[in-house]
């Protein structure tokens, strides 16, 4: 049976990793939204916030790789 991750070729290491944007993302990001579950949330509330944290990182990155284009243009 194959493994579910595909191989690599070339393993990242931590020094070829960058988590500047992931860095910049969470920063910007409210902590609540982040936590794996709030006092006397439900399932239904759970998955909305969830998915509104998956937004608003998404929204973040693109707007790190925007910024950072930007700069690099100049």
């Not at 070729?9 to 902590?31: N, V």
């Amino acid at each position: 049976m194959g493994a579910i991750i595909p191989l690599i070729a070339c393993p990242r290491t931590a020094s070829t990793l960058d988590i500047r944007p992931l860095a910049y993302a969470l920063s910007r990001m409210t902590p609540g939204l982040t936590e794996l579950i709030l006092p006397g949330e439900d399932w239904d509330s759970l998955m909305v916030r969830r998915d509104a944290a998956r937004d608003i990182l998404d929204e973040l990155l693109h707007e790190y790789a925007a910024e950072t284009a930007e700069a690099v243009t100049r």
